[in-house]
């Protein structure tokens, strides 16, 4: 069922059994577990089922730290969240590393290794409407006899991420939460702060604020606040107790180990052959290829390899080949599709009709491989690099004086990187240098600086906002435990990736779903 929170009389008090805060792809996963089970749920999302620029605002804060971009517009709040958004999920997994407490690597290690989440990912791949569970290089048709020298080892390796379709969760699942007897979606309904024992214990209700001036209180048997990796830290710090300590922060950590993706160029691969056989790189806009009888999208790509990142404590990377594109073919989306339109029609037009038999060979190669062939021969192949953030409690989020549409303090983004951050860069490039020049397979033309405390001059974060409430089971080492609790409160819970305590360079939203899986039965246990 949805309820317009704007229509709920001021003062009312809800009882639920469980209250989920946050309406995106966690929130929504949450939500459906509990369909039909005979538990009350109620579930708060911020926004409407159309983006409002009035409730857009309320994310906005400062940035004082490394400059961040796009903190504000990384986020979206309404139904559905940043799902609103995509352009297809890009679903792939850990490495058993990324999961490992390793001891050159301060705040490393999850409380459980990657296997323990086995069975929830294997859940998780129909809820983003992935094909068959599979990331080994055999089930995406790349043999390694076929992957060329520099890639096959000991420092670099090749991997398969899964393309999932556009799925609008508000959209695509919205039909099943509005259909449940038991499930309750409040839409404009804005968590304001918890109101928790002094003494610990658990929290007893929620205040919820509705623009311009509503409010109204949750009380619940579980809370799980599904807010995004910077909201949800804030929502802890802004629930203050008397001596102005946040919920769950009682050493200090809430906000802390900030982390993002980092991404830039400015590197390509001079090959030594033009005619070098790439068929095991698709690309960026990866390929196409026949599992189980249907058609699948995947990407694959290059990663420093675990036994290289153990050896020499490196945070992960990862490299993708971005295969130029006829320019013919930009001139062709700009006249057919809407999307795409700007630019000079009768000159595109001009260019399509020149390029005659070689564009249509170029598009049948297109739809036969359904990737972007790159062109034969080939000089230089430019590259795309993710590399992964350290945890690092100087990077965090905090609370501002500053103050929103409700009267609570603003977020403030103190984004930071480590020395550990920028010479993972720096030994990724220069082993992927020596690599391409002892194998044979070209020459690396990078301006990527090497030596120490320089950065890429186009490096930036991405919108992945991760490790904010992280996961320990030492309550002096994260903010939640291995059941995602946050320690020292018995009721209430935290899902999405700011419950990461490693970030990787694997995309999150698979792990997001598989760990809110996870802790969809483990609360169901508790309830029942």
Not at 137 to 158: K, Y
Request: glycine fraction near 12%; proline fraction near 6%; hydrophobic fraction near 35%.
């Amino acid at each position: 069922m949805f309820t317009d929170a704007r229509l709920v009389p001021a003062g009312t008090v809800i009882e639920t059994d469980l209250c989920i805060v946050g309406g995106g792809a966690a929130g929504i996963t949450l939500a459906r577990e509990f369909i039909n089970s005979g538990i009350r749920v109620t579930l708060l999302e911020s926004g409407g089922e159309q983006p409002d620029p009035a409730i857009q605002d309320l994310y906005a804060g400062s940035d004082i730290g490394r400059r961040y971009e796009i903190f504000q517009e990384s986020r979206v709040r309404y139904f559905g969240g940043t799902t609103n958004r995509w352009g297809g999920a890009w679903c792939d997994l850990p490495s058993p590393l990324d999961f490992e407490t390793r001891p050159g690597v301060a705040y490393s290690g999850w409380p459980f290794p990657l296997s323990e989440l086995e069975p929830w990912y294997r859940r998780a791949q129909p809820v983003l409407r992935l094909g068959p569970y599979g990331y080994a290089l055999t089930d995406w048709g790349i043999a390694q006899e076929n992957i060329p020298e520099p890639f096959r080892g000991p420092h670099f390796n090749v991997r398969v991420l899964q393309q999932g379709p556009i799925t609008r969760f508000g959209q695509y699942y919205g039909p099943e939460l509005r259909q449940a007897s038991n499930v309750t979606v409040y839409l404009n309904a804005n968590a304001l702060r918890f109101d928790a024992n002094e003494n610990g214990g658990p929290v007893r209700q929620v205040d919820v604020g509705v623009l311009p001036d509503g409010r109204f209180k949750v009380r619940a048997r579980i809370f799980i606040v599904a807010c995004g990796g910077i909201e949800n830290a804030r929502l802890l710090l802004l629930s203050e107790n008397a001596a102005g300590i946040g919920l769950g922060n009682e050493h200090g950590l809430v906000g802390r180990c900030f982390m993002l993706h980092l991404e830039y160029a400015s590197a390509a691969i001079a090959l030594k052959n033009p005619y070098a056989n790439l068929l095991f790189q698709t690309g960026e806009n990866g390929a196409i290829y026949k599992r189980l009888g249907a058609k699948r999208r995947f990407v694959s790509y290059i990663s420093l390899s675990d036994q290289t990142k153990r050896a020499l404590d490196l945070p992960a990377m990862r490299l993708r080949f971005q295969y130029p594109r006829l320019p013919q073919i930009d001139a062709l989306r700009r006249l057919v599709l809407p999307q795409e339109r700007g630019g000079n029609r009768m000159r595109d037009l001009a260019s399509v009709i020149g390029a005659g038999p070689g564009l249509t060979k170029y598009v049948v190669g297109r739809i036969k491989h359904g990737r972007n062939m790159p062109p034969s021969p080939l000089a230089a192949i430019p590259l795309r690099f993710t590399a992964e953030q350290l945890p690092n409690p100087d990077s965090r989020i905090t609370v501002g004086e500053d103050r929103d549409a409700f009267g609570l303090r603003k977020v403030v983004v103190d984004w930071r990187l480590s020395a550990e951050d920028q010479r993972g860069i720096a030994t990724g490039t220069r082993l992927l240098r020596e690599e391409l020049g002892r194998s044979g397979f070209g020459e690396l033309h990078s301006t990527i600086p090497e030596g120490e405390g320089e950065w890429p001059s186009d490096l930036r974060g991405d919108q992945h906002h991760m490790g904010t409430t992280r996961m320990a089971r030492d309550p002096k080492r994260g903010v939640v435990d291995e059941n995602c609790r946050v320690h020292g409160v018995e009721n209430l819970y935290m899902a999405g990736c700011s419950v990461f305590a490693t970030g990787g360079t694997f995309n999150p939203t698979l792990t997001i779903l598989t760990l809110a899986l996870r802790l969809a039965d483990h609360v169901k246990q508790r309830l029942q």
